[in-house]
């Protein structure tokens, strides 16, 4: 059971939660707006501050595993 607690803690650690939203402006979108905005999401009817990424969350070119 030990093992099996030690593997979740460090999946935490090692992984973080994501999730998906739209940012919309009826003037347009650019690096700018988004950048200047603060940002959160519905989680379970409760809202959560989140970071916006401009960069893709995954290793396309898989970089990351070959080195």
Request: no cysteine; hydrophobic share 35%.
């Given at each position: 059971m030990h093992s099996l607690q030690n593997r979740k803690t460090k999946d935490r650690e090692r992984f973080k939660p994501i999730g998906y939203g739209y940012i919309r402006n009826e003037n347009g979108v650019?690096?700018?707006f988004v950048e200047a905005g603060s940002y959160q999401l519905e989680v379970g009817s409760e809202m959560v501050a989140c970071e916006v990424h401009l960069k893709p969350l995954w290793d396309p070119e898989m970089k990351r595993i070959k080195c």
């Open positions: 650019d690096k700018a």
